[in-house]
């Protein structure tokens, strides 16, 4: 019943405020921001085996340097949703929940615009 005291405390974080405050959530939040950390290495394929992103201590080399890139949160869902050249496609099996917390993750610790709302 006991995680890592990591991954509890992200994952109650996650369901009080999506209990608590699902219109509200703000684009940064911490939880979805560790959420997306998380799935950026747990992913399959992941992200981190084709990317570099600092702040996920991966060091791709396939895809662009998102350290770099610096994409807005939107760039990364559409990419998420509708693959891109080699990059395929995560919408058959990720949540909308989870692409947006990727989505948040890689922008926000790269410095890309968060997203809208
Ligand atoms: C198999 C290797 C591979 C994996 C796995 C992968 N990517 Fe990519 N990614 C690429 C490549 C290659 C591109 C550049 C595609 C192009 O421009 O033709 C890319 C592009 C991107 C872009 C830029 C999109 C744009 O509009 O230019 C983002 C953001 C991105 N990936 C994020 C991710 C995230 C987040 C994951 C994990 C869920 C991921 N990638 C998994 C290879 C990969």
Redesign the pocket.
């Known amino acids: 019943m006991r995680l890592s005291p990591g991954a509890g405390a992200a994952a109650w974080m996650w369901c009080a405020l999506a209990l608590v405050v699902p219109g509200l959530a703000r684009a940064d939040d911490a939880a979805l921001v560790a959420r ?1 950390k998380a ?2 290495t747990t ?1 399959t ?7 570099t992103l600092q702040a996920a201590g991966s060091a ?1 080399q ?3 340097v ?1 350290d770099e ?1 610096k ?1 807005d949160a939107a ?2 869902l ?3 949703h509708s693959g ?5 496609s ?1 919408a058959e099996q ?1 949540s909308e929940a989870d ?1 947006r917390a ?2 948040v ?2 922008s926000h610790s790269t410095g890309g615009a968060p997203l809208a709302r």
Do not use: E, N, Q, T
Not at 45 to 51: D, E, G, K, L, M
Not at 84 to 88: A, E, R, T
């Open positions: 997306g799935l950026f992913v394929p992941a992200c981190a085996v084709c990317h791709g396939v895809g662009p998102l890139l994409p760039r990364v559409r990419a998420l891109l050249g080699v990059m395929p995560y990720l692409m990727l989505a993750f890689v």
